[in-house]
């Protein structure tokens, strides 16, 4: 009978350890991975200022390039037309 409280004992130790270091491991997986969250989350907010910024230079630089291409066209029709035109 006391062998069978001995291993009683001990088999609830062991359980009670095993328990203790999965709790410690989950509980550092779930540390690691929120200090990660954390992390990506304040990256995403460093990074969505500048992109909006250069967002917006590529979008004014669209609009210069549209106005150079209607300018060039115009100033190409003129000068067809100055060559055309008899001295």
Do not use: C
């Not at 069978?4 to 609830?12: E, N």
């Amino acid at each position: 009978m006391n062998h069978s409280i001995a291993l009683t004992f001990i088999g609830m130790l062991m359980t009670a350890a095993v328990g203790l270091i999965t709790g410690w491991a989950i509980g550092d997986l779930t540390r690691r991975y929120r200090h990660g969250v954390e992390q990506l989350d304040a990256l995403r907010r460093q990074f969505s200022q500048p992109n909006s910024a250069a967002l917006f230079q590529q979008r004014q630089l669209r609009e210069i390039r549209g106005i150079l291409r209607d300018l060039h066209k115009m100033l190409r029709a003129v000068s067809k037309g100055l060559e055309q035109r008899p001295s």
